[in-house]
């Protein structure tokens, strides 16, 4: 670990690289802590505590929400922008022939990406807005005139399309992506508030609780660790032919099948839908129609129910991770591929029959990739009541991506100095 530390220390565009990563990040924290003006933040963040739709929301603003910061949305409009045009690449055809054109494709694509950005955080923000005014009877936010509206979903674009911005500087630098390390930081940011309290409220009794919780914790780790590294190898062959006077080929590989192929995705879907129904049901509790206020407040009531809300929520994870996996992993083109460059899977047929056998390895090992993420996203909710501890949460979807973005960020400073080949590296 400290030879790495002193090899990338020794490079010295690695280091200036990631001096102006942890700059930027910097920057973004300190973005978080300028709030709007015209709410009170400590009613605010009380409010935040005792709502988990919008505590989980908060986590991906990396509390900026609940400061009611200027990046309050954090980069959430951005991930549903990009999302969207993942699938739409997949079922618009002109968008599918944009994304082969290569370098400038990608480059159109993400330019799209990015103007869908902005009205999406237009909504989410009026979205928000509108929330913390009914269900505070306007305690909160008080008497907001028009052009008070007008100006507060302004600024709150701004900073969405300001940490955008921050995320595409950060990830030119080559030292992981910008908007998973914004997410990152914004998590980690949590931590030591999270152990002080811990240490406020401790005493003697909490020892063995504490003790339960750091084990469950290391192995909720090591387990993301497993499952995200995790691969099925298909091994596959390749047929020996000559080209002019030379022989080529005839060399055996593998095909790495991920086990988590859609990483954090469904997630992000799954709490995208939950939170819908009593978003929506919000804004009928004061209706005149009896029938329609009662249905409001029973969806918002039944979605308080921890045990109803961990159920659908796992379910729908399971559910969202088939069907990203479905989207983005392609078995025809993947046999198609093999097929042209002469490779096969020993012991089947290529074509429709590789492309069919590759789909029936993905679904079975898919099955464990889903309920390990359905596990990791309902954490919280076993772990809280099994231990006690309040004052802290293994919050399973912030474990993952903080985990994940470790991963990544890790293998990409490895990558940058293995290109300036390192002795003993």
Do not use: C
Not at 88 to 93: D, E, G, N, T
Not at 277 to 284: E, I, K, L, R
Not at 302 to 324: C, R, S
Not at 334 to 358: C, D, M
């Amino acid at each position: 670990m400290l030879a790495k530390l002193q090899q990338v220390w020794k490079a010295k565009d690695v280091r200036n690289s990631i001096l102006y990563v942890l700059a930027l990040l910097i920057i973004f924290r300190i973005a978080a802590h300028i709030p709007i003006p015209g709410i009170n933040v400590g009613d605010l963040r009380e409010y935040f505590q005792s709502n988990q739709v919008l505590g989980l929301l908060n986590l991906f603003s990396g509390g900026a929400m609940q400061n009611f910061s200027v990046v309050m949305l954090g980069v959430g409009p951005y991930i549903t922008a990009s999302i969207i045009f993942q699938l739409l690449v997949m079922i618009v055809p002109k968008l599918e022939a944009l994304s082969k054109e290569g370098e400038y494709g990608r480059q159109k694509i993400n330019q799209y990406t990015r103007l869908l950005t902005v009205p999406l955080a237009l909504v989410n923000g009026y979205g928000f807005l509108r929330i913390l005014s009914s269900q505070t009877q306007g305690r909160l936010l008080g008497d907001m005139t028009s052009f008070q509206l007008a100006a507060t979903l302004v600024i709150i674009t701004a900073g969405t399309i300001f940490l955008m911005w921050l995320g595409e500087l950060i990830s030119e630098k080559k030292i992981g992506n910008g908007v998973s390390l914004i997410i990152f930081a914004g998590i980690v940011s949590g931590l030591p508030q999270s152990i002080r309290n811990t240490l406020i409220a401790f005493d003697n009794t909490m020892v063995l609780n504490l003790l339960i919780f750091g084990i469950i914790a290391l192995i909720t780790i090591a387990a993301i660790v497993i499952m995200t590294e995790g691969t099925r190898n298909i091994p596959v062959s390749y047929a020996r032919h000559v080209v002019g006077q030379k022989s080529v080929g005839g060399v055996s590989t593998h095909l790495p099948l991920r086990v988590n192929q859609a990483g954090v995705i469904p997630i992000i879907f799954a709490i995208s839908v939950i939170i819908f129904p009593p978003m929506v049901a919000q804004f009928f509790l004061r209706s005149d129609t009896y029938w329609i206020a009662s249905s409001s407040q029973w969806i918002i009531d039944i979605f308080q129910n921890q045990i109803f809300y961990g159920a659908i929520y796992f379910l729908m994870v399971v559910f969202f991770t088939y069907f990203y996996t479905s989207v983005i992993f392609k078995p025809d083109q993947i046999a198609e591929n093999l097929q042209k460059q002469g490779g096969f899977v020993p012991g089947i047929r290529p074509g429709s029959h590789t492309s069919g056998y590759l789909n029936f390895v993905m679904n079975r090992i898919i099955f464990a990739g889903a309920i390990f993420l359905g596990l990791i996203a309902v954490l919280p909710f076993i772990i809280g009541p099994a231990t006690g501890i309040v004052t802290m949460s293994i919050g399973g979807t912030s474990l993952l991506i903080t985990v994940s973005v470790a991963i990544e960020t890790v293998k990409q400073i490895d990558a940058q100095l293995v290109m300036r080949d390192y002795e003993g590296f």
